[in-house]
């Protein structure tokens, strides 16, 4: 760093744009794999409960989370949680 620069900033690093890492996902271990979506994809599948249909929401590693009268209700329920639903048949 510059430090007799003007703020005392290194007047290079202005313009420096932060690297980005980039991932080839056919190159992810089994366990990265498994991790990957966790905690942005909630997944909503269609379930029988007591002879009633209900919807289950798993984690994106399978992990059981909630259950919902219905499909709406499911998706509401995660995009509220910030995450995106995927519909599993």
């Known amino acids: 760093m510059d430090i007799n620069a003007p703020g ?7 313009n ?4 980005v890492a980039t991932v080839d996902i056919r190159h992810l271990s089994a366990s990265e ?19 009633a249909q ?12 909630a259950l919902a ?8 329920a995660i995009i509220q949680h910030d995450m995106a639903p995927a519909l599993v048949h």
């Open 8 to 14: 005392g900033r290194d007047p290079s690093a202005i």
């Open 16 to 19: 420096a744009t932060p690297e």
């Open 33 to 51: 794999l498994q991790r990957l979506g966790l905690s942005q994809i909630a997944y909503v599948k269609p379930v029988v409960v007591n002879g």
């Open 54 to 65: 209900v919807f289950a929401i798993h984690g994106a590693d399978g992990t059981p989370m």
């Open 69 to 76: 009268a219905d499909r709406d209700l499911a998706f509401a």
